[in-house]
DNA sequence: TCGTTGATCGAG
DNA sequence: TCGATCAACGAA
């Protein structure tokens, strides 16, 4: 994806990004799954509690990586996006299915089974390699790579998983009858 | 269902 | 300083 691909709103870009081949190393997959979050009326979003989220959005460009540490033990990647008309925010990068590098993914995982690789934030995390040390890094060539889908799929929307604030936001993005889905949608 | 795990933040 | 909270996962 190109720098511009970035410069739209969280939610726009989460929906177009469902069904787009991220790929770390020789590790790839298809992503299935991802949510908006956005420092407009978003209560959710880190930048509403953290002062590092808000000077992380200030101090970097759209398409930077914004890796954080989830109840003490997993890491999550999320990239940070901005409207042209400043409303700025984080996609999650929730499941995906994988493509190449599996049986890396697998030693990884130490999970043999497809859909157990890469199904939530905290395994595909942990299947292509993605931690701390690639805070503040780029989705936009280097280390990460995405390339858009050649397709519009059809995609699912429903309730963030996992917040307690604005939980009333459909702003979770799903692939229609992916097995590789975190959790069904409602 | 339940325990694990550590960064962060606000109250005291 | 202390306690609550948290964008998750695996064992059972």
């Not at 880190?46 to 997993?74: C, S």
């Not at 993914?105 to 993605?130: F, Q």
Request: aromatic share 8%; proline share 8%.
């Amino acid at each position: 994806m190109n720098e511009d691909f970035f410069r739209a709103r969280p939610t726009e870009i989460a929906r177009l990004l469902i069904g787009a081949t991220l790929t770390h190393g020789t590790t790839s997959g298809l992503i299935v799954e991802t949510e908006a979050y956005s420092e407009i009326n978003d209560e959710a979003c880190h930048t509403f509690i953290r002062r590092h989220a808000r000077e992380f959005v200030e101090k970097h460009a759209p398409g930077t990586a914004y890796i954080y540490l989830n109840y003490g033990v997993y890491w999550l990647a999320n990239i940070l996006v901005q409207a042209p008309d400043g409303e700025r925010g984080f996609v999650l990068i929730r499941a995906l299915e994988p493509l190449t590098g599996i049986e890396l993914m697998k030693e990884r995982r130490k999970k043999s089974k497809l859909t157990d690789l890469c199904s939530g934030p905290g395994k595909l995390s942990i299947a292509l390699g993605i931690g701390p040390e690639h805070h503040e890094q780029d989705f936009r060539g280097k280390p990460f790579t995405l390339s858009p889908r050649s397709s519009a799929p059809e995609i699912l929307t429903g309730p963030r998983i996992g917040i307690s604030k604005a939980t009333e936001l459909p702003w979770r993005y799903g692939l229609a009858d992916s097995p590789h889905l975190s959790r069904p949608f409602p």
